[in-house]
């Protein structure tokens, strides 16, 4: 079935760096335009950076020039890579299909940033 395990959370400073990871299994990875998601504490789950199969991205504003979304198609592999971490992007990170096909969702990864 249709996996997505998230990994690369924690807690780290303002202006900081995570990597976050996806391991994709039972589905043909390649293929799909894949996301990375963000949910805090009481607000909807937001897709904050995309990218085809080819590997041009998207972004939203609010993480344009700090995040970088990558993938290894090779592997079945997401990747955020994350820096100048600010506060409000703590959240629960989770990757799944852009747009959202209906594959379960995994259990995030956790990102605080805190002082």
């Known amino acids: 079935q249709v996996q997505f395990v998230e990994s690369g959370g924690g807690l780290v400073q303002p202006g900081g760096s995570l990597r976050l990871s996806c391991d994709a299994s039972g589905i043909v990875f390649r293929s799909y335009r894949m996301g990375w998601y963000r949910q805090a504490p009481g607000e909807q789950r937001e897709l904050v950076a995309a990218?085809?199969?080819?590997?041009?991205?998207d972004y939203v504003d609010s993480v344009k020039g700090r995040f970088t979304i990558s993938r290894d198609n090779a592997k079945d592999l997401l990747y955020l890579q994350m820096n100048s971490l600010k506060p409000e992007d703590t959240a629960v990170y989770y990757c799944n299909t852009d747009p959202d096909l209906w594959y379960p969702w995994g259990q995030g990864t956790q990102v605080t940033v805190s002082s």
């Open positions: 990218i085809m199969s080819g590997g041009s991205t």
